[in-house]
């Protein structure tokens, strides 16, 4: 029998720590927080097999990060690694983690971070202590927050913006637990945005619209709402890049609402018709029992296959190293010389490329081997529902590819989970250049292979009954 239960852990920053990291922005540390951050569990389980599926309102999480925040999970719940799934937000108005151009604040993110492992193991125990018996259900519908945010400029170059003629994902994938009496344990939610609302202007630390969304998916339908970042390597919010806190809430909203359309009519079962009998009454009245006609499935397996990607010629890290010392040292002397806001917001920029750079490049020296970088793919199924997951930031042709050759009834493709690698872009993408493709370290014909790996494992988990 199928166990459910869920559980969250508060990690709400100090205010005061380093904030958000956009290239344009001027402010260092926050000014306050909008909505708590959380860490979000679902604990499931079936005879022998158990699986935490954790939810983090957080920027990424680095491979090293993911390995340690898993193995105290699994050190505190007995649950064997691989059958953990760490997916984060992506907010980029959550805490900086990175990026030494900011010099306030990094006291508290380096508190901060230290007290993740355990915050996202206490969910764990939480969703553990709560499991019942329950049963899974599936569901899709449509939201239009979201847009391709590749558009070209007059010359023909690539920006971040809206591009109205680019490839969009508007899919929202729902799978419910419920408990046996049918009232809700959990709501998955997956969508394809990067959660770049709240830009260079806000000073407050927010989860985006993955938060407002998870609390009208819980007012409306009850249970614990996580969120499941899709494939938006290539999508972004039709109203972003703002100051304005409004702009997020609603988006959020927006989503939320079809979230709980799409949950409030999902059902577990397979349902026939009964007339139980005609009341007699001022007009007769039928009374009517819908009737369960078929078992749930109450499979629960994990999968990992094993992708070697070629990676592509980048910055070494000795050059990387260098112009990053150079423009650091050049924004404290526009710091310190009292410019103006347009001017350091200009040097900050530069920094801010050139730490993306350094940050590549530290990766690269630490996974390539030799001209192959090695992923690995994560395949969960729960009933007749299969969460398939890429540790990158794929565009979103790769997750529409994955769900259109999956051999599963039901297929939740997303990115950003088992730590953050890079940008995993089409084959095409890289013709048309731009940001995602200029600091991608995967060379052109990696999509495919990724892909091909994805099928794999939801093959691997779909056949193994």
């Keep these: 029998m199928l166990m459910a239960g869920a559980g969250r852990s508060d990690i709400t920053p100090p205010v005061g720590i ?18 708590p951050l959380y860490i979000t569990a679902l604990a499931l389980s079936n005879g022998d097999t158990r699986v935490a599926i954790v939810d983090f309102d957080i920027g990424l999480l680095t491979s090293a990060q993911d390995s340690a925040i898993r193995g105290v999970i699994s050190e505190r719940t007995g649950i064997q690694q691989d059958n953990i799934r760490l997916s984060y937000s992506h907010t980029h108005s959550a805490p900086m983690t990175f990026g030494g151009w900011i010099s306030e604040g990094m006291d508290l993110v380096d508190q901060w971070l230290l007290e993740l492992p355990e915050a996202a193991a206490d969910s764990v125990v939480q969703a553990i202590e709560a499991q019942v018996p329950a ?10 927050i979201n847009i391709n945010r590749r558009p070209a400029d007059d010359a023909g170059v690539l920006f971040t913006g809206r591009n109205w003629d680019g490839f969009v994902d508007r899919s929202v994938e729902v799978v419910g637990l419920d408990d046996l009496d049918g009232n809700p344990v959990a ?11 709240m830009g260079h202007l806000n000073k407050l630390v927010t989860p985006d619209f993955p938060g407002p969304m998870r609390r009208v998916v819980e007012q409306t339908v009850g249970g614990i709402c996580l969120f499941l970042q899709g ?15 409004r702009v997020y809430r609603k ?13 409030l009519n999902m059902d577990p079962f397979e349902r026939k018709e009964r007339l139980v009998e005609i009341l007699r009454s001022g007009a007769d009245l039928g009374i009517y029992e819908d009737d369960p006609v078929s078992e749930t499935d109450d499979t629960l397996t994990v999968s990992w296959v094993e992708v070697e990607l070629p990676a592509k ?10 112009e990053y010392a150079r423009l650091e040292k050049e924004l404290g002397a526009v710091r310190a010389s009292g410019a103006s806001n347009d001017e350091v917001q200009a040097a900050v920029s530069r920094v801010m490329r050139s730490n993306i750079n350094l940050n590549i490049a530290r990766m690269v020296e630490l996974i390539r081997v030799g001209d192959i970088i090695t992923l690995r793919m994560q395949a969960i199924r729960i009933g ?33 989970s088992n730590g953050h690698y890079n940008y995993l872009p089409t084959t095409n993408a890289y013709e048309e250049g731009g940001y995602e493709v200029r600091v991608s370290f995967f060379a052109p014909g990696s999509a495919d292979l990724a892909v091909d790996a994805c099928l794999e494992a939801i093959e691997q988990v779909w056949t193994d009954e």
């Design 313 to 322: 010629e980048m910055i070494s890290l000795e050059e990387a190293q260098s």
């Design 231 to 245: 494939a938006s390597g290539n999508q972004g919010p039709v109203d972003g890049f703002t100051g304005d806190l």
């Design 135 to 144: 049963v899974s259900s599936f569901g899709v519908g449509e939201c239009d």
């Design 187 to 197: 709501t998955l939610v997956n969508y394809a945005c990067h959660p770049t609302i």
């Design 18 to 35: 380093a904030h958000a990291g956009w290239g344009a922005q001027t402010h260092q540390v926050s000014e306050g927080n909008d909505m």
């Design 251 to 263: 988006a959020g909203a927006k989503l939320g609402a079809e979230a709980s359309r799409v949950r």
């Design 384 to 416: 007749n529902t299969v969460l398939v997951t890429m540790p990158v930031e794929p565009f979103a042709e790769l997750g529409a590819l994955v769900k259109e050759r999956s051999v599963a009834d039901n297929t939740v493709f997303s990115g950003f």
